[in-house]
C-alpha cells in the first residue's frame, strides 16, 4: 500500500500533539506502550517479515535490554537512562551471538531454536539471584513523574525505528534481505553471503528491541524475568503485532501494534467499565480468534491485504492485485 | 547409587508418557512439515475431559482413556480440517502460516479452558494416586507403572496401524513424499486431516494419564508443547522409534537435572540438550541408526 506523504505528516503531527491535548494520563500511558510495540513490531518484522527468519525469541533483546538498565542501576549504581546507551548495544551482541548458533538452521528449525534459546534465557535470568534478583526483579525510582518525557521518548523510538527500516530496505541490504527471505539458495548461488546478511538484519532487529527493553525499564520503573523475558507476552506478542498489521509491509507492525494495544485496553477494562468484569479476562481470547480470523481470511495482514478490504465495501476493481503490500 | 537408580527409574517412567506426546507430535511433523504449537495445549484440554468426567461423572482416569482420546481425535481433525487445510491454498509472505495458526489456536484454547475452570489448580485424587512399590529400596510411583504400561500399549498399536494397514501405509506415503503419494491415488488431504487427529488422540491419551500425577491448570499446556519439539527434534522428525527414545531421554536427562542440578533448571537442561542436538545433530537421533 502506497500512503500519501501527506498522511504519513498528518500521523506524525497528530502523534506530536496528543499529549498535550489529550491531559489524561491513562491514555498517554497507553499510547506509550502501543508507541513501545512498534518498536518492536518492527523490529521482529525486519527479521521475519523482510528477511523470512520467524524468531520466536525476541523476549530475548527486550530482556537484556531491560536488564541492562536495571543492572546500570542496582549493580553499578549508576542512572538506568545509562540503558539507554548501552542496552542497544548489548542486545545487538547478544544477537550476534544468538544468530551464530542459528543460522545455521532454516524455517521452522531456526523458529525451534529462538524458543528454545529464549527459555534459556528465562530460567537462568529466574536462577542467577546473585545477579539479577532472580523473581524477586529490579526495582527504581522513575524519573520523571509526568507522562509526557516518557511518551516523546517513546516515539522517537519508533520514529526512529520505522525510518531506519524504511531506509535500509530501500538500500542494497533490503534487497538482500527480501531475496534471501524469497529463495536462500538462489540468493547464495547470486553470491549474497546469506549469513552475513541474516546477522545484518538480526543486529538491527535486537538493537531496536534491546532500546524497547531500556524503555520499559525506565518508564515501568520494574522488572523481574517473568515479565521481559515472556515467551507469551514479549515474543508472541511481537509476532501477533506484526502479523494483524501485516507482515513484510512498513506500516503493517506500527498499525498492528496500536490495534492490538488499544484492544487490550478496551477488553481488559471490559470496555470502559460498560460491560460486566468478566469480559476482562477475555483479551487473550480476543488475540486469539483475531490471529486466527487474520491468518485465516487476511494472510498478509491487515495493512498487506488492505486493497481487498477496501473492495469489500466499494466493490470496485475486483481484478486490482491481492498483493501489493510494501 | 540408590539415588542414581532411583531418578533413572523415575525418569525412564515419566519417559513413556512423553513418547506418547512425542508420537503425536512427530506424526504431524512427518506428515504436514509444521510444527504443531498447539500441541500441549491439545493435551490440556484432553486433561480437563478426564477430569470432569471424574468429577462428575466418577468415571476411573483410565476409563476415560475411551472418551478423551475420540473426542480429541474429533476436535484435532476439525482443526486440520477447517483450519489448517485452507491455508495451502492461500499465498502469503511467510511459509509458517499454519505454525502461527497453532500459536493462535493454543492461545484460544488456553482462554477458553481458563474461562470455563478458571485459572485454579485442580487434581484427581484417586485411591492409587499415591501407592507406591518398593523394590529393593527403589519405589515405583503405580500410576506411573500403569501410565508406562498403556503407553507401550498404544506405541504398539500404532506401530502395527503405521506398519500393517493399508491407512497407515498410506500415512506413511504421505510423510515420505506428498506429491508421489497423490499420484499413486491417496486422498492427501484427508490422511493430513486423519493425521491430525491421531497426534491429537495420542496427546490426549498422554494426558489423560498425566493426570493422577499431576495438577491441572490451564497454562500446564505450554510447557508441554516445549517438551514435544524437545522429543521430536530429540528422536528426529517423523521417526516413530526416534519419539519414542526421545521421549524416555529426555524423561532421564529431566530428572538427572532435577537431582543434581537444581529443580528450578531442569527445564533448561531440556532446552540446551535440545540446541546441542539442532546444532550438531539436526537430523537427530535417527540419524545415527538407519532405521
Redo the contacts between chains.
Keep these: 500500500m502506497k500512503l500519501p506523504r501527506w498522511s504519513t505528516l498528518i500521523v506524525i503531527v497528530l502523534l506530536l500533539a496528543f499529549p498535550m491535548v489529550v491531559p489524561s494520563d491513562y491514555y498517554r500511558h497507553i499510547f506509550i506502550i502501543a508507541l513501545m510495540w512498534v518498536v518492536i513490531g518492527s523490529a521482529w518484522n525486519l527479521l ?2 523482510y528477511t ?1 527468519q ?1 524468531s520466536f525469541g525476541h523476549a530475548i533483546f527486550f530482556g537484556s535490554g531491560a536488564y541492562t538498565a536495571g543492572l546500570c542501576a542496582s549493580k553499578l549504581g549508576i542512572s538506568a537512562w545509562w540503558g539507554m546507551l548501552l542496552g542497544g548495544p548489548v542486545a545487538l551482541l547478544v544477537g550476534l551471538v544468538i544468530g551464530w ?1 542459528c543460522f ?2 532454516r ?3 531456526f ?3 529462538t ?3 529464549g ?2 534465557f528465562r ?2 535470568a ?2 542467577w539471584r546473585s545477579l539479577t534478583e532472580g523473581m524477586e526483579g529490579i526495582l527504581i525510582i522513575q524519573t520523571f513523574r509526568s507522562k509526557i518525557p516518557y511518551y516523546y521518548l517513546a516515539l522517537f523510538l519508533a520514529g526512529a525505528s520505522v525510518y531506519a527500516i524504511h531506509r535500509i530496505m530501500q538500500s542494497k541490504w533490503g534487497y538482500y534481505f527480501v531475496a534471501i ?1 524469497e529463495d536462500q539458495d538462489a540468493a547464495e548461488a547470486m553470491g549474497i553471503s546469506a549469513f552475513r546478511y541474516k546477522s545484518l538484519s538480526l543486529m538491527v532487529s535486537s538493537f531496536f528491541t534491546g532500546l524497547a527493553g531500556t524503555l520499559y525499564m525506565n518508564y515501568m520503573a520494574f522488572i523481574d524475568p517473568h515479565v521481559v523475558f515472556s ?2 507476552d514479549v515474543s ?1 506478542m511481537a ?1 501477533l503485532v506484526a ?1 494483524i498489521g501485516g ?2 509491509t512498513l506500516w503493517g507492525p506500527p498499525a498492528g501494534a496500536f490495534i492490538m494495544v488499544l484492544l487490550q485496553e478496551t477488553f481488559r477494562s471490559a470496555f470502559f467499565g460498560l460491560f460486566p468484569p468478566w469480559v476482562s ?2 483479551h ?2 480476543v ?6 480470523f487474520v ?2 481470511y487476511m ?2 495482514g491487515i495493512v ?1 491485504d488492505w486493497p481487498k478490504i477496501q473492495r469489500l465495501w466499494t466493490r470496485k476493481n475486483p481484478m486490482l492485485p ?2 501489493d ?1 510494501n | 547409587m540408590d539415588v542414581l537408580i532411583q531418578t533413572l527409574v523415575s525418569g525412564i517412567l515419566i519417559g513413556g508418557i512423553y513418547a506418547l506426546i512425542g508420537l503425536g507430535m512427530t506424526l504431524i511433523m512427518g506428515v504436514m ?3 504443531n504449537l498447539a500441541h500441549g495445549q491439545l493435551m490440556m484440554v484432553a486433561m480437563y475431559i478426564t477430569y470432569m468426567l471424574y468429577e462428575y461423572l466418577h468415571l476411573d482416569p483410565y476409563f476415560s482413556l475411551l472418551i478423551a482420546m475420540p473426542v480429541l481425535f474429533a476436535l484435532g481433525a476439525l482443526i486440520q480440517k477447517y ?1 489448517l487445510n ?2 495451502l491454498k ?8 499454519q ?3 497453532t ?6 484454547l ?3 479452558i ?2 470455563i475452570f478458571h485459572s485454579d489448580y485442580r487434581s484427581v485424587k484417586t485411591v492409587y494416586s499415591n501407592a507406591t512399590l518398593y523394590i529393593s529400596g527403589i519405589s515405583f510411583n503405580v500410576p506411573m507403572i500403569v501410565a508406562f504400561g498403556i503407553a507401550v500399549l498404544l506405541s504398539a498399536v500404532l506401530f502395527f496401524f503405521l506398519l500393517k494397514t493399508d491407512l497407515g501405509k498410506s500415512v506413511r506415503a504421505t510423510a515420505q513424499n506428498k506429491d508421489a503419494a497423490i499420484l499413486m491415488g491417496i486422498n492427501a488431504e484427508w490422511i493430513t486431516i486423519l493425521t491430525y487427529g491421531l497426534g491429537s488422540a495420542l496427546v490426549a491419551a498422554a494426558g489423560t494419564l498425566l493426570l493422577p500425577i499431576f495438577y491441572l491448570f490451564p497454562d500446564i499446556g ?1 510447557p508441554f508443547t ?1 517438551k514435544a ?2 522429543i521430536t ?1 530429540l528422536g528426529g522428525m517423523g521417526s516413530t522409534v526416534g519419539a519414542i527414545v526421545g521421549g524416555v531421554v529426555l524423561g532421564i536427562a529431566e530428572s538427572l537435572g532435577a537431582t543434581y542440578i ?1 529443580m ?2 531442569k ?2 537442561v531440556a ?2 540438550i ?2 546441542l542436538v ?2 550438531f545433530l ?1 537430523g537427530g537421533l535417527k540419524t545415527l541408526t538407519k532405521i
Excluded at chain 1, 488475540?287 to 486466527?292: H, T
Excluded at chain 2, 492461500?90 to 502460516?97: G, T, Y
Aim: charged share 15%.
Design positions: 521475519a517479515g523470512g520467524v548458533i545455521r538452521l524455517g521452522p528449525y523458529a525451534l531454536a524458543i528454545a534459546i527459555e534459556i530460567l537462568v529466574t536462577d527471505r515467551l507469551h508472541i509476532i502479523i507482515v513484510g479476562e477475555s487473550v481470547l488475540f486469539g480468534l483475531l490471529v486466527i491468518i485465516r494472510a498478509n498487506g491481492a498483493n503490500g | 512439515k509444521i510444527i483450519l485452507p491455508l492461500v499465498d502469503s509472505i511467510l511459509p509458517e502460516n505454525v502461527l495458526m500459536v493462535g489456536l493454543a492461545m484460544v488456553t482462554e477458553i481458563r474461562f505450554g516445549l519439539f524437545v527434534m537444581s528450578a533448571l527445564d533448561a532446552m540446551v535440545f540446541l539442532l546444532i539436526p
